[in-house]
């Protein structure tokens, strides 16, 4: 895990070269081959240090990090093209990747809380730097300040668990039991934010509609998957209180009907994309309170899925947003007529967003329905008003933005780059290629 942090934090002064921005990029894509093909299938804890090691949930979401910050690159080339400060960016990104695998990687509680919290650090400066708006300072401080406030009550969590056990050992937090009810809303309070769960998701479409393409990505891609993380590992130490989930799966599954509803009436393509994050996240967040098997390797295998499919969302946003200076749907319709090889990526990853096989977001959101039936067959009802709404909110993204006669004042314009033909399809293809490996998805508690 060592040569891994080493290889990243030796990138840094790569950033300031004169022609860096591609070498670091074909660093960064040659090293999550190299991790992909480092670690064999295994179940169980593997390169286990005193700080770091990895299982098989850490491997999927370092591998998910590494694979997005790369995309992150390729699509932030107007920077470069630009020379908006190309360098301070890319030091930015690669100080975010190796925060990012510092969390996923420690065995610790308390180191994975500071990593945690310091991801936050260049996801603000890259929202403050890189933004579109003048409002993008009100969203940075959304976002410090709601997980901030979260992430606190945790830390005082951290040291009762530590007077109680004389250790934060994801290993002995394993094989320990709590039953104290202000010390579980202490630990997941912080987690469901970050996901976030409805009632506090005020930060994400801000944040979001703020953000540069590459802070939409990582947002979307990889830092909502932090709370899941969190969730799975605790979720264990907290099954005394397995009476209480009860409350986060019937508010994860109202506010997701009632998000998909706001999704429907959203004219800005970037704040349609983030309020369907928060209806996909709160199942996932109803899987894992399940407490089943089913619940939790399909919250794991939704997550992965969503990373990869709501990044290519935001990519293709940005590549319309790029030609016609809008992210509003009444200017950015009819983009069939205007850039038709590009509709067949929209296509493609609409039909991936409401889980059309053969898409690994089919796998998981079927092992969740299941688990959150078998929970209570109450939740029927709510899980099939939010599956008809997801399909209802995606094919409304699609053909609004696609069909009809595009905007009178656009321009003639770049039908598409081969560079973001390539983009598209590193989004896709492992998206669609994970359902035949879905083993290592479904098959890893």
Known sequence: M??????????IPLCFLGEGWWLVHSLLFVLSFFFLFTFPYFTDWCSVGSVFGCDCISYGLILLSFWICVLMILASESILRFIYFPGLFLSFVTLLTIMLFCTFSSVNLFSFYLFFESSLIPTVFIILGWGYQPERLQAGIYLLFYTLLASLPMLVGIFYVYDFLSSTSFLMLGSAEFVNVFLYFCLIFAFLVSMPMFLVHLWLPSAHVEAPVSGSMILAGVLLKLGGYGLLRISSSLLGNFNLGFIWISISLVGGVLVSLVCMCQTDLKSLIAYSSVAHMGIVIGGIMTMNYWGVCGSFTLMIAHGL?????????????????????????????LMPSMSFWWFLLSACNMAAPPSLNLLGELSLLNSLVSWSWLSMGTLM?????????????????????????????????????LLMFLHWFPLNLFIVSGDFVMLWL
Do not use: D, K, P
């Open 309 to 337: 499919c709501s990044s290519g969302l935001f990519c293709l946003a940005n590549i319309s947003y790029e030609r016609l200076g809008s992210r509003s749907l009444l200017i950015g319709r009819g983009l069939l007529g």
């Open 385 to 421: 008003v939010l599956s008809f709404f997801s399909a209802a909110y995606t094919l409304y993204l699609f053909s609004y933005s696609q069909h009809g006669s595009y905007y009178s004042g656009v321009y003639s314009c770049s039908l598409g780059y081969s560079r973001e033909f």
């Open 2 to 11: 060592l040569s891994f942090l080493m290889f990243l934090i030796f990138l």
